[in-house]
């Protein structure tokens, strides 16, 4: 019930399309999902994050859909770029307390030029 | 301002050893998490803590303990170190209710 399950492992997308990473829930505690993106050698780096009393949160490029309903949440970056091509993952928590994140199994997103 | 800063960024180790991983966190955030990333793989967590105090535990064995200074700046030891320990540890600090912030992480090879 901890699970986070996120799809697909690897994606591969041209410059300029649409990048889709999805992402599955049972926890029905869960009221915290970020999403982190990775470069080789660094640590996880915060794009955004959503709460499930709205339903799309937009930053950028990047947006997030969250469908309450379905437990699922998904990542879409739009105008995709090169600079882009990192490992995505997907995340849940419950604020307060522990603060204990719960992480899918990443994406490795590879945008060619 | 800096970031989550972790030391050594490196480590080799034999099974058996002892190690001991540090973090300082962001200036003001009194919540520091540790995180197991093994290759290929999402952090999991191992630790939180606040105020000095553990407010969480993964399922982790008991050779895994951290600690928090009064500083805010945290320790993860590891004991009796197994080749399966092998891993990027992250720590991450965060202010209440705000988003965890990593650090990059110190790489242990166990050999």
């Known amino acids: 019930q901890q699970q986070v399950k996120q799809s697909p492992q690897s994606l591969i997308v041209q410059k300029g399309g649409i990048s889709i990473i999805n992402c599955a829930y049972e926890n029905t505690a869960f009221d915290y999902f970020p999403w982190y993106q990775q470069f080789p050698g660094k640590g996880p780096a915060l794009l955004i994050a959503?709460?499930?009393?709205?339903s799309e949160k937009k930053e950028g490029r990047f947006t997030i859909s969250f469908n309450k309903s379905a437990k699922q949440f998904s990542l879409h970056i739009m105008d995709s770029q090169p600079g882009d091509s990192a490992t995505y993952f997907c995340?849940?928590?419950?604020?307060?307390?522990?603060?204990?994140?719960?992480f899918g199994k990443g994406t490795k997103l590879t945008v060619n030029p | 301002d800096a970031g989550v800063t972790q030391s050594p960024t490196h480590l080799i180790k034999t099974r058996g050893q002892q190690v001991t991983l540090r973090c300082s966190p962001i200036?003001?955030?009194?919540?520091v998490s540790w995180y197991q990333q093994v290759l290929g793989q999402g952090p999991q967590f191992i630790f939180q803590y606040y105020e000095k105090e553990e407010r969480g535990r993964g399922n982790f064995p008991d050779r895994f303990s951290a600690r928090q200074f009064p500083n805010y700046s945290s320790e993860l030891n590891v004991n009796a170190l197994l080749l399966g320990d092998s891993a990027l540890y992250l720590c991450?600090?965060?202010?209440?209710?705000?988003?965890?912030?990593f650090g990059d992480g110190t790489r242990l090879s166990i050999l």
């Open positions: 959503i709460r499930p009393d709205v």
């Open positions: 991450a600090s965060s202010a209440p209710n705000q988003p965890q912030h």
């Open positions: 200036s003001g955030h009194k919540s």
């Open positions: 995340a849940a928590g419950i604020q307060g307390g522990s603060e204990k994140l719960v």
